[in-house]
Nanobody, 124 residues
Framework: QVQLVESGGGLAQAGGSLRLSCAAS????????MGWFRQAPGKEREFVAA????????YYSDSVKGRFIISRDNAKNTVNLQMNSLKPEDTAVYYC?????????????????WGRGTQVTVSS
């Protein structure tokens, strides 16, 4: 079983940057597709970004494309989300998730393991 722990959340001003990290407990991490989701107050959890096991393929939601960058370091069992040009609407709890499949699917149901989340708050 893969355990995921997020870190790096906090408070940022609009236009600023934050970097989230997710540490996985298991070496099998390197065979998983990794994703980031977020959930704002009163809203459903939504897909943000995902990265293939090799790091060669990434996918972003339209709302963050061009501003966020997902990356992974399989040697360190970590996946990162660099968030730039932050907007107040980026405020949410951000979750790291792992998918055991071979097809990158930007949907909650495709992910087998989840972290507990880290709060990101962007002030205007």
């Amino acid at each position: 079983q893969v355990q995921l722990v997020e870190s790096g959340g906090g408070l940022a001003q609009a236009g600023g940057s934050l970097r989230l990290s997710c540490a996985a407990s298991d070496r099998t991490f390197r065979s998983h597709i990794m994703g980031w989701f977020r959930q704002a107050p009163g809203k459903e959890r939504e897909f943000v970004a995902a990265i293939f096991w090799s790091g060669s393929v990434t996918y972003y939601s339209d709302s963050v494309k061009g501003r966020f960058i997902i990356s992974r370091d399989n040697a360190k069992n970590t996946v990162n989300l660099q968030m730039n040009s932050l907007k107040p609407e980026d405020t949410a709890v951000y979750y790291c998730a792992a998918q055991m499949g071979v097809t990158l699917i930007p949907k909650e149901y495709a992910y087998n393991y989840w972290g507990r989340g880290t709060q990101v708050t962007v002030s205007s």
